[in-house]
């Protein structure tokens, strides 16, 4: 099973490279002409779906409760979690009794055998979606969570999280159980079967389309000019250099009315891992010898950071976006690293959630937190939220 998933995630590194540019070989070539095929068929389909609901052949639901999609036009790397995070809590803060909604995108899925007893059932069994946090209580890991939804699950308090693929149930239940008033839906911008109130997208200045087409030939999950349905634009990771200012201008093309947002993510602390919490200060990395572990969509941004702090990056090491560490892998780094003379071990906090407890661990291993930080457009963040508070 571990050898099938290092397969799978081989075979997406291939096709990034694809998409990027790197592979440059013959076949590669003609592997784009293929992939390029299929993005245009992808692009009518996706177009097409939009317009059913657009002309309401296709009915969205509607809860009755204030639904905010936070999504993007591309697929990972945009830093969606912390904004959802701060959404959430700011609303909490406001008290609005809040529930995210997430699909869980590989967490760790039900038993084949619950799923042939339901199959074979007379009766068809509504099974529930999985609560990860009701608010008061951490209830799920994050194998069966999901490493997203655990993570918001783990830092917010009075916030519901749900996991299920079916978010107009996931949200009715959280009404009924949680009295829910406000419902986040995470990376919900491609979510039509529930209509939001609020659509807010996210946009890596660093990358903000990639080069242009749709799945499979690029990033975009949909048309950039698709970018038009939203109320407010996050531009996230952002320098404030005179690139972003080009980035607006070429936004503002495709929409007028959406509030457009300029944010960073910026570290906050070190966290110790396997030590409940310990914190230390980001002065700790000044002059450290350093070792990165990451499985992310953008593992450049993250080292980027520990070079800024200080830190000597002596090691580097990757895997596909959500990979699921096994304990020999987690071993073998910790040696190289020791190997390396590296005087502590950085991940990420996405990736920490994955990580399993390790009995011993010559090198200590921290995971770096982050959180938002509004460079431009506070009053528009500031409204956004007065104007879900008063909906």
Known sequence: MHKFKLETEELEQY???????????WYDRAMCGVLFFASRCYRMGTQFR??????????????????????????????KTPVVEVFAR?????????????????????????????????QKIEVPPK??????DLLLNSEYAGDE?????????DVAVLVDKDRVKSGGYAIDRFHTDVIILDDGFQYLMLRPHINIVLVDSTDPFGNGHVLPRGILREPIQNIRRADYIFLT???GSHKIEHLKRFIRRHTKRAEIIECCHKPQYLVKLFSGGEKEPLSKLKGLRVAALSA?????????????LGAELILADHYADHHRYTQQELIDFVNQAKEAGAE????????AVRMPRLDRCDVPIYYLRIQIDILSGRESFDQCISRICFM
Not at 344 to 351: A, G, Q, R
Request: with cysteine.
């Open 15 to 25: 096709f990034l490279e694809l998409m990027d540019g790197r592979r440059r070989r």
């Open 296 to 308: 992310i969509a953008r593992p450049e941004s993250f080292e980027g950071f520990l070079r800024q």
């Open 50 to 79: 939009l317009w059913l609901y657009d002309k309401r052949v296709i009915r969205p639901h509607a809860l009755g409760c204030l639904v905010v999609s936070i999504g993007n036009l591309s697929c990972g790397g945009t830093g």
């Open 90 to 122: 700011s609303l909490s803060s406001k008290g609005r009794k809040v529930a995210i909604l997430s699909r869980g995108y590989r967490s760790k899925k039900r038993s084949m055998l619950s799923k042939m007893i339901q199959m074979f059932r007379s």
């Open 131 to 136: 609560v990860v946090s009701n608010g008061r």
């Open 237 to 239: 990771k952002s320098d």
């Open 149 to 157: 939804p655990y993570m918001l699950a783990s830092n917010l308090r």
């Open 344 to 351: 502590m071990i950085v991940t990420t906090e996405k990736d």
